[in-house]
């Protein structure tokens, strides 16, 4: 019951991420990526930073540092290069196929073997989500499809490396996550200095999308993730990660009056029978990491300054 509840919360992370487009197209000035990439992580790291009143110590600095660009410093502008170069769906499917990069580093850095069942899921899993996005006129563009490659490959990575280096004695996932969001804010700026120039006027509405972007759908959503990366395994974590692609069909369905065919509700499906196949199989497979390793949690603990020991 308590796995069930850290992979629900967890799921809320992706299924957070699924409304990235709706609000961009909604409410932030166009053909601002980098841009709002920053306003993303930056505010929302320094924000969870100053709540955990914790900052990174020794080797932390560092790895603080380059699991930043890992998760978001390097994957945010790499993310949007390919939703820039790409149709949508050819991007999301791109994206939808970080849980097979996870899976090959997780079983050389982590030790975690991912038994059969497990890689047929997050194979299903990207073909489902494929009949989701994917249209006739989709087209490729070879520096679109190296960026999305990319791109998973470095979230797959930081996810690996977070779960492998864990947290400092006593450092909450609140910290862990303001430290991130913190580096890899500050890694994006420069880029998006030299590509976009100065920052755009910002009216009531893009304060509006920027907040939610910044709170909801970073800051909690990060936090969530990274918290369900100390508790369960990288594959189980990252085998959630079609289910934001799915919201975004669901909300582009529901709020922004787009169709869904027969052919994308089938792929729905089979994507969502997917995510659920591949908890059941990550649930089963035997854990590298001792159980002590996971007595940290509760989704409290930072807020009440309750200490975590590894």
Do not use: C, H
């Not at 999301?92 to 890689?119: D, K, M």
């Not at 669901?250 to 995510?275: E, H, K």
Request: aromatic share 8%; net charge positive; charged share 10%.
């Amino acid at each position: 019951m308590k796995r069930f509840a850290t992979v629900a919360l967890t799921a809320l992370a992706p299924i957070s991420w699924g409304s990235t487009y709706a609000v961009a197209t909604e409410l932030l000035p166009p053909d601002r990526p980098l841009f709002t990439g920053v306003m993303r992580a930056l505010p929302a790291g320094l924000l969870l930073t100053a709540l955990a009143r914790t900052l990174p110590k020794g080797e932390w600095w560092w790895k603080s540092a380059v699991l930043g660009i890992l998760n978001i410093g390097a994957f945010f502008p790499l993310l949007f290069l390919s939703a820039y170069r790409l149709p949508g769906g050819v991007a999301a499917v791109l994206g939808a196929a970080g849980p097979l990069f996870v899976v090959g580093l997780a079983a050389l850095a982590l030790g975690e073997r991912a038994s059969l069942r497990t890689v047929l899921a997050a194979v299903v899993g990207a073909f489902g989500v494929s009949m989701v996005v994917l249209t006739a006129e989709a087209g490729l563009d070879a520096v679109g499809v190296i960026a999305g490659v990319i791109s998973s490959a470095s979230m797959g990575a930081g996810t690996v490396m977070t779960k492998r280096w864990g947290r400092p004695e006593g450092v909450g996932p609140l910290a862990m996550t303001g430290w991130q969001l913190t580096a890899g804010g500050l890694f994006i700026i420069p880029v998006a200095a030299l590509v976009e120039g100065a920052p755009p006027a910002l009216d009531g509405q893009a304060f509006l999308g920027y907040g939610y972007m910044m709170l909801i759908n970073t800051g909690i959503a990060y936090w969530l993730w990274f918290r369900g990366i100390g508790q369960l395994t990288a594959t189980s974590v990252t085998l959630l990660g079609p289910l934001s692609p799915l919201t975004a069909a669901v909300i582009g369905w529901a709020a922004l009056g787009q169709a869904l065919s027969p052919v994308q509700l089938a792929g729905m499906a089979i994507a969502f029978g997917a995510t659920i196949a591949g908890q059941q199989a990550a649930a089963r497979t035997p854990r590298p990491f001792s159980s002590t390793e996971q007595s940290d949690q509760n989704i409290s603990m930072d807020l009440t300054d309750e200490r975590v020991r590894r």
